[in-house]
């Protein structure tokens, strides 16, 4: 998201990590009747922050292509909005809750046991910050502890929650962004978030290449999206010239049904794997 102006196995990790000890039988939620019924064979991906902008957009695109979808939002309202929606076309859980509550996160690792495990995991929902984006010298740290609770500590431990669901083959999505990776004046909160968020993904790729190589860690930078945090990262801005993250789709459903090594990948220069003759297996 570049200012406009310039233009192994998981469950053998550590022992601190998040475990989701609810009952088997007990899963909370908001759900369709057939939520808990996945079937052997079936794809299940777990979206964090699906009812708006690209979250919304990649439960829509997985929908289609047949996966079954446990989803997230704060907005209840907007959630129940979206899982109706999704649920035309899909099996679909949604759960209203903050990613930043652990509370939240052992109720969708339940969700996910429900479903028999999870072939996707895509922690998408994300924060920006305060809007205008403020310089770092002036930056309010609780404001900046806020946005690395949401994006570096949850993404990890929604994955410590449901480490032991993860099915083989599993692929984990951890969206970033270019901020991560370049210097931008006003974006060192946000920018430096998504950078703990990629190293924190690359040693996890590097842990699990041992103890689950099976598994596949993904850092997936999806480019500038016109969407409600771009607008926030861009106050009373014209945004119509980006994308929709409508037009990003296709990078996740290459990594999520391809066979990409783990690592950081730009979205936008992904196609879909029937676009290149590929593609895993459903
Ligand atoms: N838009 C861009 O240009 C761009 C560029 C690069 C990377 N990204 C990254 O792409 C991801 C999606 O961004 P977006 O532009 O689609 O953002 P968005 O329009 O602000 O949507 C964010 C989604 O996440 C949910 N969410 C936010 N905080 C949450 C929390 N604490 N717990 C649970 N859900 C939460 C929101 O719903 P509620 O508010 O109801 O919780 C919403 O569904 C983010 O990780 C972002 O950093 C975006």
Redesign the pocket.
């Known amino acids: 998201?570049p200012p406009r102006a310039r233009r192994g196995d998981p469950s053998r990790v550590t022992q601190q990590t998040e475990r989701a000890d609810y009952p088997r039988t007990h899963a909370e939620g908001d759900m369709t009747a057939n939520e808990t019924g996945a079937q052997a064979g079936e794809r299940t991906a777990l979206i964090?922050?699906?009812?708006?902008?690209?979250?919304?957009a990649l439960a829509r695109a997985l929908a289609a292509r047949g996966w079954n979808l446990i989803i997230?939002?704060?907005?209840a309202n907007?959630l129940r909005a979206a899982r109706n929606e999704l649920a035309a076309a899909t099996h679909v859980a949604a759960i209203a809750?903050?990613?930043?509550d652990p509370a939240h996160r052992r109720a969708l690792a339940v969700l996910a046991r429900g479903h028999s495990g999870l072939d996707a995991v895509i922690n998408?929902?994300?924060?920006l910050g305060p809007s205008p984006l403020p310089r770092l010298l002036d930056y309010p740290l609780d404001a900046l502890a806020d946005v690395y609770r949401?994006n570096v500590i949850?993404p990890l431990g929604v994955l410590q929650a449901v480490q032991e669901e993860l099915k083989p083959g599993a692929r984990i999505v951890n969206?970033?962004?270019d901020a991560a990776v370049n210097a931008y004046p006003g974006w060192g909160g946000y920018g430096s978030s998504?950078a703990a968020l990629e190293q924190l993904s690359a040693v996890l790729a590097a842990e699990l290449a041992a103890a689950r190589p099976d598994v596949r860690v993904y850092w997936a930078?999806?480019?500038?999206?016109r969407?409600?945090?771009?607008q926030a990262a861009f106050p009373g801005e014209d945004i119509s010239d980006?994308p929709l993250?409508e037009a990003r789709t296709a990078g996740f459903v290459a990594l999520l049904e391809g066979g990409l090594p783990s690592g950081r990948y730009e979205v936008a220069a992904l196609a879909a794997p029937e676009a290149v003759g590929g593609g895993r297996a459903p």
């Open positions: 998201m964090t922050g699906a009812t708006r902008g690209l979250g919304l997230d939002g704060r907005d907007r809750g903050d990613v930043t998408n929902a994300g924060a949401t949850a969206v970033t962004s998504k930078d999806p480019g500038d999206m969407t409600d945090m771009h980006r993250p």
